[in-house]
Every structure is written in C-alpha cells, then in structure tokens.
C-alpha cells in the first residue's frame, strides 16, 4: 500500500509569507504527526493529530498551527515565514492514538528567502 | 523530560568492521526507544524499536539493538558494514502516554571499501 505522501516536495517562500503544507497518512492511519529538521536544531516535534483534534504539541511559536480532517489528511500552515523557518517538514502517521510506531513521509524542504 | 544523546556525529567504518552506534536516554518513566535511518534527501525509515519485553531487539538489514536499563542505554549494532548501510542514524525515545518522538541528534555512518 501507499506511503505517507508529502506535497510539494520542495517549496521557496519569501520571509513574511505564510506557507501550508500537506501530508496524506498511510490508509486506516488515523494519526498524523509532524516534525521540523534544521541543521542546528535536529529533528523537532511540533504537534500530532487524531481525530482532527490536536493531541499533543511542541514547543513552537503560535505561528505554526496545524489541522486534520475526516479523511486523516493533514495540513500544517506557518504565518509570517522567517529565514530560521527553512527546514524539512516530516509527517509521519501512526494506525493510531498512542501507537508506537510512525511511519515517516519524505518530508517537504521549505526555503525562506 | 525525556531526552537522547548521540555520542559521536560521525562514526567511520570500513566495509565488513563492526558498526557500533550509542545511544544513551534520559527518561522518567519506562521508555519507548527507536532506531531510524535516514538516507539523503529522504524521511525517516524505522530500523527497529524496543517497547517491552525481550531487551535485545532485532531489526532490518542486519541491525539490533540492546536496552540497558541499567546504563539508559540502546546502543545500535550491526556485525559487518555494507556500503549501502551509509546514511544517518536517529535514535528516540518516547513515554508510553503518545507518539510525540524525541530525537538525538544523529550520527552519520559512513562505509568505506
């Protein structure tokens, strides 16, 4: 079966803009999680999805929000871009709440210029 | 809180030689412990994890991985390097109340022949 898909792949933004991202679960996958990779800072957690509703969150700025929607799809959106927002964004879904194993997308590489 | 340390960003093996990788954890509760590869420009592929029961935990492509609780460790072992097994390696750990990962900050394997 599918992967966890990630559109775009690969995406450049002016500082100041807002950017959304999109991520597709594996089928009957009904959490979704998402992270930022950057060169400083590693792999961070920003917030997991079950059942459109938010379960968990990281330590990020407000500017970084995120939703589900009935199908499990998820997006995650962040306003007013800075150059420090320039990262891999990887999604991973799980078949469920409070599962041990995710399974990671390729991941979306945002630009900040 | 949780947290993972990595010793060593860079382990340099020849083909054939041991492949040792630590990892050592920081947790308040029993834990959930992973290994992830991640090949360039790719996500994240689990290698294996350790959630309960036997501590010596076998993986894909040759790979496993003993927990100590005595020694917060879950160090990563293959007996005979492949070229193809250069990538960088994430250990993580999570509690047993969520998925939310938390990452070291990986170590980069590299092969030579």
């Known amino acids: 079966k599918a992967g966890v898909t990630q559109t775009p792949r690969y995406l450049i933004k002016t500082r100041g803009q807002q950017v959304t991202l999109s991520c597709s679960p594996i089928?009957?996958?009904?959490?979704v999680s998402w992270y930022q990779q950057t060169p400083g800072q590693g792999l961070q957690f920003l917030f997991e999805?079950?059942?459109?509703?938010?379960?968990n969150k990281g330590n990020f700025p407000g500017r970084f929000s995120g939703r589900q929607f009935s199908n499990s799809r998820s997006e995650m959106n962040v306003s007013t871009l800075e150059l420090g927002d320039s990262a891999l964004y990887l999604c991973?879904?799980?078949?469920?709440?409070?599962?041990?194993?995710?399974?990671f997308g390729q991941g979306t590489r945002l630009t900040v210029v | 809180a949780q947290s993972v340390t990595q010793l060593g960003s860079h382990v340099s093996v020849s083909e054939g030689a041991l492949v040792l990788l630590r990892c050592n954890y920081s947790?308040?509760?029993?834990?959930?412990l992973f290994w992830y590869v991640q090949y360039p420009n790719q996500g994240l592929q689990l290698l294996l994890k350790?959630?309960?029961?036997?501590?010596l935990v076998k993986g894909i492509n040759g790979f496993e991985a003993e927990f100590k609780k005595s020694e917060t460790s879950f160090h990563l072992t293959k007996p005979s390097a492949h070229m193809s097994d250069a990538a960088e390696y994430f250990c993580?750990?999570?509690?047993?109340?969520?998925?939310?990962?938390?990452f070291g900050k990986g170590t980069t394997l590299s092969v030579s022949s």
């Open positions: 991973a879904s799980s078949l469920g709440y409070r599962e041990t194993e995710a399974f």
């Open positions: 089928s009957g996958h009904r959490s």
């Open positions: 999805y079950f059942s459109e509703t938010q379960r």
């Open positions: 947790s308040s509760v029993p834990p959930y």
């Open positions: 350790y959630t309960t029961g036997a501590t």
């Open positions: 993580a750990v999570s509690d047993q109340a969520g998925t939310a990962l938390i």
